[in-house]
Structure formats: C-alpha cells, structure tokens
C-alpha cells in the first residue's frame, strides 16, 4: 500500500510520532497539492515583505490535488482533504482545523459559531465518503470534536462521529526495568524539562521554584533543562525580556542546572534515561509526547491537569498539579490575571511535591515502575499498527 504524505511534512515531530512509517510492508510517499504550493508562496512573499502579509495557518490543514497523486490512502495530521483519494486524519484538538474555530475552547466560556463556507466545506470533506477515519489522539480531542459538532447538522456532525475512534500515539519502551537508585546531598536527585516552547511548559514557575528549594531550604536536588526558549504569542505571553530573564537565572544557577539549547533527539532520550522525576507543569499542551517518552524511560513525570495530560499521568505513575480550567479542560490563560492565578497554582503545588519526593525519595522508582507498565499495556507499537491496518484496509476494499 501506498501511503501519501504532504513532502512538506516528512521531517514533521507529530507525523514521524504517529503516521510514518508505523507499519513495515506500507511504503510511504510524499505527496504535494495545491495548497502546499499556495502555502509556499505566502511564506517565500512573506519573507521578501518582511511581514506576515498572507497567513498560512488554513493553508497548512487543507489539501486538494485533483487526485492526481497516485497513493492509495493519504493521512493527514490536523488536516482534511476534497479529494477523492481515500484519506484518513490524525488530530490533536479539532478539525476542521481553521483559524476561526481553533481558539473557541480557549477562556471560561466556550465559543460557538455560525457555519460559513470555509467551515461548511471542511464539514463536508470530513463526513464524505472518501474520508476513511477520524483519530483522536486523546479523549480530550475527541470531547472537543464532540462539543464543536454540537454547533452543526447531524448530516455533517453524525457521519464525523460514525468515522473518529481514540487513537493514543504509540510509544516504544526505553528502558527494560527501573533501577532503585540511592539518593543523598552528593548523589542529587534529578530533574528534567524538555520543551522549546520553555514558558508555556512551565519553565518560568520551575525556575523560581527550584532556585528557592536549592538557595534556601537547600533540597538535594538538581536541574536539566533542554530548550530553545522559544517565543509564542499564546498561553504563557512571553516577551525577550522573558528569555533574557531566564538565561539570566540559568547562567546564575549553573552550579546545579544544567542546560542546553538543543540536542539531537537521542542526545535527550539518553538525558531522560539518567533523570529521575520529569517536569511538564504545563500551561497549554495538547497531548505531552514528553511524557510518554519520560515514562518509557520508567521516569515518572509531575504534570498539569490539563487536556490528555490525566489520561497519561496520575498519582500512581508521577504528580498531578491541579489548576484552574474551563469545561473542556483548558487551562484559564487568556487574561493577566487568569495566568496570574495559573502561575500561582503551578508554583505551589510544584514546591510542595519536590520537597515530597526529596522527604520520601523511595516513590520516584515506585511510580517510575508503575509508569513504564503504563506505556507497555497502552502505548504498544504493534497494537497501534495493527489498529492502523484495520482503517487503513478500507482503502483497499475500495480499490
């Protein structure tokens, strides 16, 4: 079988963790459409402006090649299809995903729209006949589908719903058992954050938090950090100031921080596999792949309660923080001082469940254990390719 992909996204994190290459005897190739190229020529214009001028998000999530690339299925993550080539999505919080609906679960109360023609096509594209499944990473995703379809006609919203399954990314075990490790003011325990988007991840809170927990009530405990310290204009409303901030607060700190500013991914696989406890205190994440790969290391991981987080973590793998959010489970952000409160949650719930693990350190390899059983039973490579197969095979029925 064979299986198109946009070229523009072979080297993309979220199709290498959950559509390439997943099954052995598919061959997978890339494909381009009319908008992959609309998509290249608003970022080359933008560039030669100096501004964004043409917007690319919607360019991003929608394809139409006139059928003309000879695959017999496509898979799209976030994306939908007009053609009539069988596809199939992965997604990660809605489809359609336009830039007009994306944001509606974001703040207290949830948005609700009209059906315009950008939205009615997308609708119709997805409860066509040539859309063969709708995946869900989470069933946080799929609660988000459900609640955006309640806005639109069964002719559109029920088809959506007959075609979309759950569909947890697979994860490969990193570790064969967890060590019991011994732990002491010359043998630290450990603490890792992965994450470029630094602030939105929690990185300010876990700086603040570890610089007193170390400086003042003087915990043995030490600190890696991976990231680019990455802007976004979205949950955390970083600015340079921030990041001058938090290299300032690194190079202060380097005694017991460690960091780098990017590692190739097995560099940062090796790094978690000598870590003892993960740190994702999260703002805004739509699944945490970081997780997973911490808990395949059998580290167990202190997150936010937010979205897929609770699916993968709870307090007999790792730590949940629990913080303000909506009914859909995001997190409150959108004011100074919703991310005011967000912070102060995350700052205190995270100091008192470091000074936890330091008083009882023995729990770190308890729960590590109970996290990489975790990953065994319902992250497994093999059940995820065969559920794969059984959607993919509708694609060969109809050839």
Same mark, same amino acid.
């Given at each position: 079988? /064979?299986?198109?992909?946009?070229?523009?996204?072979?080297?993309?994190?979220?199709?290498?963790?959950?559509?390439?290459? *997943?099954?052995?005897?598919?061959?997978?190739?890339?494909?381009?459409?009319?908008?992959?190229?609309?998509?290249?020529?608003?970022?080359?214009?933008?560039?030669?402006?100096?501004?964004?001028?043409?917007?690319?998000?919607?360019?991003?999530?929608?394809?139409?090649?006139?059928?003309?690339?000879?695959?017999?299925?496509?898979?799209?993550?976030?994306?939908?299809?007009?053609?009539? %080539? =069988? $596809?199939?999505?992965?997604?990660?919080?809605?489809?359609?995903?336009?830039?007009?609906?994306? %944001?509606?679960?974001?703040? *207290?109360?949830?948005?609700?729209?009209?059906?315009?023609?950008?939205?009615?096509?997308?609708?119709?594209?997805?409860?066509?006949?040539?859309? @063969?499944?709708?995946?869900?990473?989470?069933?946080?995703?799929?609660?988000?589908? *459900?609640?955006?379809? /309640?806005?639109?006609?069964?002719?559109?919203?029920?088809?959506?719903?007959? /075609?979309?399954?759950?569909?947890? =990314?697979?994860?490969?075990? @990193?570790?064969?058992?967890? &060590?019991?490790?011994?732990?002491?003011?010359?043998?630290?325990?450990?603490?890792?954050?992965?994450?470029?988007?630094?602030? #939105?991840?929690?990185?300010?809170?876990?700086?603040?938090?570890?610089? /007193?927990?170390?400086?003042?009530? +003087?915990?043995?405990?030490?600190?890696? &950090?991976?990231?680019? @310290?990455?802007?976004?204009?979205?949950?955390?409303?970083? %600015?340079?100031?921030?990041?001058? $901030?938090?290299?300032?607060?690194?190079?202060?700190?380097?005694? $017991?921080?460690?960091?780098?500013?990017?590692? =190739?991914?097995? !560099?940062?696989?090796?790094?978690?596999?000598?870590? !003892?406890?993960?740190?994702?205190?999260?703002?805004?994440?739509?699944?945490?792949?970081?997780?997973?790969?911490?808990?395949?290391?059998?580290?167990?991981? &202190?997150?936010?309660?937010?979205?897929?987080?609770?699916?993968?973590?709870?307090?007999?793998?790792?730590?949940?923080?629990?913080?303000?959010?909506?009914?859909?489970?995001?997190?409150?952000?959108? %004011?100074?001082?919703?991310?005011?409160?967000?912070?102060?949650?995350?700052?205190?719930?995270?100091?008192? &469940?470091?000074?936890?693990?330091?008083? !009882?350190?023995?729990?770190?390899?308890? *729960?590590?254990?109970?996290?990489?059983?975790?990953?065994?039973?319902?992250?497994?490579?093999?059940?995820?390719?065969?559920?794969? #197969?059984?959607?993919?095979?509708?694609? #060969?029925? +109809?050839?």
């Amino acid at each position: 079988m /064979k299986i198109g992909i946009l070229s523009y996204r072979f080297d993309y994190y979220p199709y290498l963790r959950n559509i390439l290459h *997943k099954l052995s005897e598919a061959e997978y190739v890339a494909v381009n459409d009319l908008y992959s190229n609309l998509r290249r020529g608003a970022l080359f214009a933008n560039r030669r402006l100096g501004k964004e001028l043409f917007q690319i998000f919607n360019l991003n999530n929608q394809f139409e090649d006139l059928d003309l690339n000879r695959v017999d299925l496509l898979h799209f993550f976030n994306g939908i299809s007009y053609g009539r %080539t =069988p $596809w199939v999505t992965s997604f990660e919080t809605i489809v359609p995903r336009f830039a007009h609906l994306v %944001t509606r679960h974001h703040g *207290k109360e949830i948005a609700h729209g009209g059906l315009n023609p950008l939205t009615r096509r997308g609708l119709e594209a997805l409860a066509g006949k040539a859309c @063969l499944g709708i995946l869900a990473l989470s069933q946080s995703a799929a609660l988000m589908q *459900k609640d955006l379809l /309640k806005d639109y006609p069964a002719e559109y919203a029920q088809p959506i719903l007959d /075609k979309m399954r759950v569909l947890h =990314p697979p994860q490969e075990t @990193l570790v064969q058992e967890v &060590i019991t490790r011994e732990y002491s003011a010359e043998k630290p325990i450990k603490f890792i954050l992965v994450g470029a988007a630094f602030f #939105r991840k929690g990185g300010r809170e876990v700086l603040e938090v570890f610089e /007193k927990l170390v400086r003042q009530e +003087k915990l043995p405990v030490r600190l890696t &950090i991976v990231s680019s @310290l990455r802007i976004e204009n979205y949950a955390a409303q970083e %600015t340079e100031e921030d990041v001058a $901030w938090a290299r300032a607060k690194i190079a202060e700190n380097s005694d $017991w921080i460690e960091y780098y500013s990017e590692l =190739p991914n097995a !560099d940062t696989l090796t790094l978690m596999r000598a870590a !003892d406890v993960g740190l994702l205190p999260s703002y805004a994440d739509t699944y945490g792949f970081s997780v997973l790969e911490l808990q395949a290391c059998g580290v167990p991981v &202190i997150t936010t309660d937010i979205r897929a987080l609770p699916e993968i973590n709870n307090s007999a793998l790792g730590w949940l923080i629990k913080v303000p959010k909506n009914a859909l489970g995001e997190a409150l952000y959108t %004011t100074a001082e919703e991310r005011e409160a967000l912070s102060q949650s995350i700052r205190s719930d995270l100091a008192q &469940i470091v000074r936890d693990i330091a008083a !009882d350190p023995a729990q770190i390899a308890v *729960k590590g254990t109970a996290a990489l059983e975790r990953i065994r039973k319902e992250h497994d490579p093999a059940a995820y390719a065969d559920a794969l #197969r059984q959607v993919y095979g509708l694609a #060969r029925q +109809k050839t």
